[in-house]
């Protein structure tokens, strides 16, 4: 059999990721469903969650959510939005810049978010862990 060429190796390996990714987002979203969550959603909420943990009572910009999270700009306001509208997060905006919107989030959504978080973690363990 002949060898593989370096961009076979390449193309097999970028396609073993991308299945390891949709399998993992799959078993996520199967895990966090009867929450009312999807694995998008939990991201952004571990995002505010680690935000407020490194500095209490901020808030953190909507725009630095963005690079940190697989959404486009739109999906993630929409997103929050939801978030927003089931009382898990609240949104304001910046006074500085009337562009900029900031986002925290509320006693249920951290409450929510700490008794899903390690149904999260215990699901990248299974999907993650050889």
Same mark, same amino acid.
């Given at each position: 059999?002949?060898? @593989?060429?370096?961009?076979?190796?390449?193309?097999?390996?970028?396609?073993?990721?991308?299945?390891? $990714?949709?399998?993992?987002?799959?078993? #996520?979203?199967?895990?966090?469903?009867?929450?009312?969550?999807?694995?998008?959603?939990?991201?952004?909420?571990? #995002?505010? /969650?680690?935000? /407020?943990?490194? /500095?209490?009572?901020?808030?953190?910009?909507?725009?630095? #959510?963005?690079?940190?999270?697989?959404?486009?700009?739109?999906?993630?306001?929409?997103?929050?939005?939801?978030?927003? @509208?089931?009382?898990?997060?609240?949104?304001?905006?910046?006074?500085?810049?009337?562009?900029?919107?900031?986002?925290?989030?509320?006693? @249920?959504?951290?409450?929510l $978010?700490t008794?899903?978080?390690?149904?999260?973690? /215990?699901?990248?363990?299974?999907?993650?862990?050889?």
């Amino acid at each position: 059999m002949a060898a @593989k060429t370096a961009d076979t190796r390449l193309e097999e390996r970028w396609r073993d990721i991308l299945s390891v $990714h949709a399998r993992t987002m799959c078993e #996520i979203d199967r895990v966090l469903h009867p929450y009312g969550l999807g694995a998008s959603d939990f991201e952004v909420l571990d #995002i505010l /969650a680690s935000e /407020a943990a490194a /500095a209490p009572g901020e808030q953190c910009r909507v725009q630095n #959510i963005v690079g940190r999270v697989h959404l486009s700009q739109s999906a993630l306001s929409r997103l929050i939005g939801r978030l927003d @509208k089931d009382g898990l997060v609240e949104r304001s905006v910046c006074q500085e810049d009337r562009r900029g919107v900031w986002v925290a989030l509320t006693p @249920k959504g951290r409450d929510l $978010h700490t008794e899903v978080r390690p149904l999260q973690r /215990a699901a990248l363990a299974r999907m993650l862990n050889d």
